[in-house]
């Protein structure tokens, strides 16, 4: 009897054991495909003429197809990547794409890429935007875009929310202040990874803008082709290299003025320009193309231009590619501060013309404009440049 028993209960151990493997394995996360297998199962939808190769016109028409999301979204990016750009192959083959997937360093950016997607919030604006604190230019090279927009933003943000609208399709008009009205369809997974960094502490306006303005060049450059030709799709083509002066144009419906400024240009002709721009509470830009620009600025790169002190003759300036900055060591005039307190402090000096700071429990240092080290530079460029 008691063999019996002891029987029955293994029995239900063993029973009560498997089920409680099966409810495991019914929690646990679904097994991810190789890359190698899930490129091989899209690649025909991507290959639009079916001729087994990709070119590049094919991997723009995945970069705004709705039905490309996620980890496929995250694959284009990445391959459109190895596509663009000085040297690089316009076409892929089947098995060049494939041969892709084996690549370990493409993996991890394709797995970075989809984590990062993951982090975009897909609203238009949140509650704090626009915040020039979560500003960060992108891969693109369009700082005379965002730095002018970064300028409107410091004058008056609330003009940036009332530019864009959104529409019962799921895509948004754009009015811009020069009268233009611009439609743009709903964004893709594949067009919010190409444009402004994004993530969840701010919406999508900044990007929405980017392919407001690609479609107006896209506009612009087709008039200029021969028929036939037709223009580009992905803004990463169309908005590399332009000036701040257009947006400013653009923004406002104004004229801009410019001052070029040379050996032969007079500092007192520079100065009186931005006393008057200040006063005036005009948009102000500026492009470092010079040889050797200040420490701290790179030049062929634009900046926008937040204050000018008359009395010190210094300028309080906006870089687009924000303030994403690890500080390696303590905060302190060595090494630079916080991203908060770095926009105080930015703020405090540019108001008071000077500001205090305490680097230390004893040390106690008054700042100046050009002793600021910001928040350091951008983080993700292989060079870093010193701040005075």
């Given at each position: ?31 991810q ?40 979204a ?16 316009s076409h ?16 991890k ?67 811009f ?21 994004l993530?969840?502490?701010h ?35 169309t908005?590399?290299?332009g000036?701040p ?119 106690v240092?008054?700042?100046k ?12 460029r ?7």
């Amino acid at each position: 009897m008691r063999t019996i028993k002891t029987l029955a209960m293994l029995v239900l151990l063993l029973a009560l054991g498997s089920g409680a493997a099966l409810a495991q394995k019914k929690n646990d996360p679904p097994k991810q495909v190789p890359l190698n297998q899930f490129i091989d199962k899209h690649f025909a939808h991507w290959d639009r003429n079916h001729d087994d190769v990709l070119d590049i016109a094919e991997v723009d028409r995945s970069v705004e197809d709705h039905n490309v999301f996620g980890r496929e979204a995250a694959v284009i990016f990445r391959i459109r990547e190895r596509m663009t750009g000085k040297g690089k192959p316009s076409h892929l083959s089947h098995q060049q794409v494939l041969a892709l997937a084996q690549d370990r360093a493409f993996e991890k950016a394709v797995d970075a890429t989809a984590k990062q997607l993951g982090t975009i919030d897909r609203e238009l604006f949140l509650a704090s935007d626009p915040d020039l604190s979560t500003f960060h230019q992108g891969r693109l090279g369009d700082c005379y875009l965002l730095c002018t927009v970064g300028a409107q933003v410091h004058r008056n943000p609330k003009a940036i929310r009332e530019m864009i609208h959104p529409v019962v399709t799921g895509g948004f008009q754009v009015a811009f202040g020069n009268g233009q009205k611009i439609p743009i369809s709903r964004l893709t997974d594949t067009e919010l990874l190409l444009g402004a960094q994004l993530d969840s502490h701010h919406g999508s306006w900044l990007v929405v803008l980017e392919k407001a303005y690609a479609n107006i060049r896209e506009r612009q450059r087709a008039k200029k082709k021969k028929p036939g030709n037709g223009p580009t799709i992905v803004p990463e083509d169309t908005l590399n290299g332009g000036y701040p002066g257009e947006i400013i144009s653009l923004l406002t419906g104004q004229q801009p003025a410019n001052l070029d400024v040379k050996k032969m240009t007079r500092r007192d002709q520079v100065h009186n320009m931005l006393v008057d721009r200040m006063r005036k509470r005009r948009l102000v830009c500026i492009s470092a193309v010079v040889a050797k620009p200040p420490p701290g600025m790179i030049t062929d790169h634009c900046y926008a231009i937040f204050g000018y002190d008359g009395k010190e003759r210094k300028v309080t300036i906006f870089n687009p590619w924000g303030n994403q900055f690890t500080l390696k060591g303590p905060p302190g005039l060595a090494n630079g501060y916080p991203q908060e307190k770095s926009f105080a402090l930015t703020l405090q000096v540019h108001d008071n013309g000077k500001g205090i700071v305490w680097s230390g429990s004893l040390e106690v240092a008054e700042l100046k404009r050009d002793q600021i080290r910001s928040a350091g530079p951008d983080c993700s460029r292989q060079r870093r440049w010193r701040f005075p």
